[in-house]
């Protein structure tokens, strides 16, 4: 009895480290995936990932600890608790004024902090001597992650958001016309053939900034 229990508790510890590793897991990849994240996808995951292996049985080698179906996984976003959610919607209160009067598309949103919990029980073990034949144990596994308002799903989404911050924005309508124009103005002032109004491009790193010389031409207005 005393080989067995002992067996049998250092399990029962291993399901709650598992349920913790879960739990990282949940609150970084929900933070990752963001819009993507999708609870009852993300749960079946993480049972089969963490709970889902001959690792989790008895001592006997008969009967898994850990059935996947009673791994549960809650999730909410919301915003930051405290002062946060006051100083966050000062900053960017003007902002957004701004952003709507250029007709861009300022979209940061006080939603980035995130909490829940991994929840799992194991199961009676009938081959084994009481209490385990009758003992079930449920672990709960709560997380909290403050994550970054700034995140963006690509460049796209960054010139969108960016757009409404600068006052050359309401100038984009006009690249049509200026590029018929750049050709014989470029014979005045050749720099003027490569001047793109309201040229936002997050994903390009000029490259007077990475090292010394003149940096290389915008090749297309877009």
Known sequence: MLLLGTWTINDYQEVQRRAIVAARQAA???AWLAE???ID???SRLASLH???AGLTDPTGATRLVSTESVRLEAQSGPAPGQGTAAFEFVTAPLRASGGFLGGGFDLANEGFRTGSVVTETRALANLPAPFRTLT???RQPYALLTDGWNAAGPAHVARRAGGLVPASILSGLT???SGLSAPLGLIEP???QFCPALIEPDRLPED???PGRPQPVPTCR
Do not use: A, P
Request: proline share 0%.
């Open 28 to 30: 970084y990849e929900g």
């Open 36 to 38: 993507n994240f999708r």
């Open 137 to 139: 144990l449920r672990f």
């Open 51 to 53: 709970f889902d292996d």
């Open 191 to 193: 720099s003027l053939r």
């Open 209 to 211: 900034r990475l090292g």
């Open 176 to 178: 049509g016309l200026w």
């Open 41 to 43: 996808g993300e749960r």
